[in-house]
Nanobody, 122 residues
Framework: QVQLVESGGGLVQAGGSLRLSCAAS????????MGWFRQAPGKEREFVAA????????YYAESVKGRFTISGDNAKNSVYLQMNSLKPEDTAVYYC???????????????WGQGTQVTVSS
């Protein structure tokens, strides 16, 4: 089993920044990818960003391009999401996920963290 734990969520004013972290433990594989998803109240879970370990290729939802940056530290089994220029519509529970390979579809991910709340006010 792979265990994922997110941290770094909180309350921030519009235009501010947050950095989310996801720590993985347990069995992992070199061909795994890591992704960030979010779910706002009353809405479906949506893709935010992903990183492929094999080549460090990154992928972003159009809504966050230019504002969010995903990065990873393979030695620490951790992935990060730097969120800048936050908007009220970014308010959601953010989830870290892992799978073999990398993708944009929640159903293709095998492991999920518990989520961390991000609230953007003003």
């Amino acid at each position: 089993q792979v265990q994922l734990v997110e941290s770094g969520g909180g309350l921030v004013q519009a235009g501010g920044s947050l950095r989310l972290s996801c720590a993985a433990s347990g069995r992992t594989f070199s061909n795994y990818g890591m992704g960030w998803f979010r779910q706002a109240p009353g809405k479906e879970r949506e893709f935010v960003a992903a990183i492929r370990w094999s080549d460090n290729n990154t992928y972003y939802a159009e809504s966050v391009k230019g504002r969010f940056t995903i990065s990873g530290d393979n030695a620490k089994n951790s992935v990060y999401l730097q969120m800048n220029s936050l908007k009220p519509e970014d308010t959601a529970v953010y989830y870290c996920a892992a799978r073999t390979g990398t993708g944009r579809t929640p159903g293709t991910y095998d492991y999920w963290g518990q989520g961390t709340q991000v609230t953007v006010s003003s």
